[in-house]
């Protein structure tokens, strides 16, 4: 099980409240979460990644065990705790403005 | 008793004002989609229960909504799953792609970019929406970067009608300061194959057989700002709008300049006439006058607020060239707000109401053809668009 944490404008859209928990087959990466993801809430689809390209949209980061891990390949596994559910993999809308 | 409902986009959320034939008293709900830039709301001529809205954001790209209940309730309508043997399950929902199929994509591929190089187009938001005259399902959306696409679902897929931007000239369009938007679409009511469309900056373009392919209807524009002024494309239109008793006969607000075509856009001329700047956004015809048009002038293309403070209504009831001040409620001093492209809209009561939004968040309303004036809401986030619905 994976615990996500999605920004307000998100979870207003997937109409869900705080954490969402999802269940991913394989290892957990930032693809497999995101996938699963968009399958449970299709509305979210395009909101954090490309529609085609699935690149993540420029003002969104992806945090976890206090690490930015934005940049990192989509691929790559997640962090442990992420992976075993015992910390959030956190959806966050970039701070902009003044 | 007739009723009335006004749909405003704004920077921070929808609102849906709702009044009796009276338009005097106004029930404002809202805001809808908080926090998110909605660009445009517009309702079905034929259902007008069915609203289509663009809600969109710079975070978390594009999102179209629709009420089937009058904007009470509202879907995301591609928010459903779509199933793919084999694959993840996964939603249409919200899915702009650019036809780059090898029959119509393949010269699609860029467009000039403000260098004078070729960039490639890139999907950013929907900057109206344009309901079918004849089907609650079929919408149209005028997009950025600059394209038209059509729904024929009720909003859950849509598609380029990609021979707009494979006409020809498409690797010569530009973006405007706003961006390269394709912010107006026009259906003729007298012919369902017709279509005018407007881009910042690339100009008019029409089509006769529903969409599949399209001509620049930019003769007789004069733009300055171009290296020939006189180009077939390359004008920064800002707005169009026709009557639905006569669709061959357009009004066009450009950057600079009013200007008029008889002739279903093959050519146009200028009727700037006496206005004190012909600089400005939006454009409007009365509902049961189609030689009575509205315009408000901007002071100029950089300061974009109302010349000396005052925020004035133009009309002209000659179909352009004589235009008189509507001044009655409207604010006469220290008024710095703009009005944008798209948000002027009229009634269809039999005395028609006009109304338009301001970046200051207040939307006016004239129930007597622009003669007095007066807000029926204010201090709203900045107002993108105004839609009115007329209800029986």
Not at chain 2, 253 to 273: C, L, P, T, Y
Request: proline share 7%; with cysteine; glycine share 10%.
């Amino acid at each position: 099980m994976i615990r996500v944490v999605l920004p307000f404008h998100l979870r207003t859209l997937a109409q869900v409240g705080g954490e969402v928990q999802i269940e991913i087959e394989g290892p957990a990466t930032q693809r497999s979460v995101l996938d699963a993801l968009e399958a449970r809430y299709p509305v979210l689809c395009g909101t954090m990644r490309d529609h085609i390209t699935l690149k993540r949209r420029p003002f969104i980061r992806f945090f976890a065990c206090e690490e930015d891990l934005s940049h990192e390949p989509p691929d790559a596994p997640l962090p442990e705790a992420v992976a075993k559910g015992a910390e959030p993999f956190l959806v966050i809308g970039a701070i902009a403005g003044g | 008793m007739s009723s009335v409902r006004v749909l405003v986009g704004t920077k921070k959320g929808a609102f849906i004002l709702t009044s009796d034939g009276k338009r005097k008293r106004w029930k404002v709900s809202g805001p809808h989609f908080t926090g998110w830039e909605i660009y445009h709301l517009k309702g079905s001529p034929v259902d007008p229960n069915r609203i289509y809205a663009s809600q969109t954001s710079g975070w978390f790209g594009q999102v179209i909504q629709r009420s089937s209940d009058g904007g009470k309730t509202w879907e995301a309508p591609g928010g459903g799953v779509t199933m793919v043997p084999g694959e993840m399950p996964r939603g249409e929902s919200n899915k702009f792609v650019y036809d780059t199929t090898p029959e119509t994509g393949k010269p699609l591929t860029t467009h000039q970019w403000y260098d004078g190089t070729q960039h490639p187009w890139e999907f950013k938001r929907v900057w109206h929406l344009e309901p079918s005259l004849t089907d609650p399902d079929t919408v149209y959306a005028g997009v950025e970067d600059a394209a038209i696409f059509r729904s024929t679902d009720g909003g859950t897929t849509w598609h380029e009608l990609a021979g707009l931007r494979g006409h020809g000239t498409g690797p010569k369009w530009q973006p405007g300061a706003g961006g390269m938007c394709l912010h107006t679409i026009l259906l003729d009511p007298s012919d369902p194959g017709r279509i005018y469309i407007a881009i910042s900056a690339a100009g008019a373009f029409r089509t006769d057989d529903g969409g599949n392919t399209w001509k620049p209807i930019n003769r007789g524009l004069r733009s300055q700002y171009i290296p020939d002024p006189n180009a077939e494309i390359g004008h920064c239109v800002h707005h169009v709008a026709l009557h639905r008793s006569r669709p061959n006969v357009l009004f066009m607000q450009k950057h600079w300049d009013v200007m008029r075509s008889d002739d279903a856009g093959d050519a146009w001329h200028e009727v700037s006439g006496n206005l004190p700047t012909d600089f400005g956004f939006a454009i409007d015809v009365h509902a049961h006058e189609p030689e009575t048009i509205y315009v408000v002038p901007i002071k100029s293309d950089s300061e974009h607020f109302p010349l000396e403070g005052k925020l004035r209504v133009y009309r002209s009831r000659t179909g352009g060239n004589q235009w008189e001040e509507l001044t009655k409620g409207l604010p006469q001093r220290h008024c710095y707000v703009n009005v944008l492209r798209d948000a002027m809209a009229v009634d269809q009561l039999d005395s028609c109401g006009i109304y338009f939004g301001t970046t200051g968040g207040q939307v006016y309303a004239s129930a007597d053809a622009g003669d007095n004036w007066a807000p029926i809401v204010r201090d709203l986030p900045a107002v993108l668009s105004v839609e009115v619905q007329t209800l029986p």
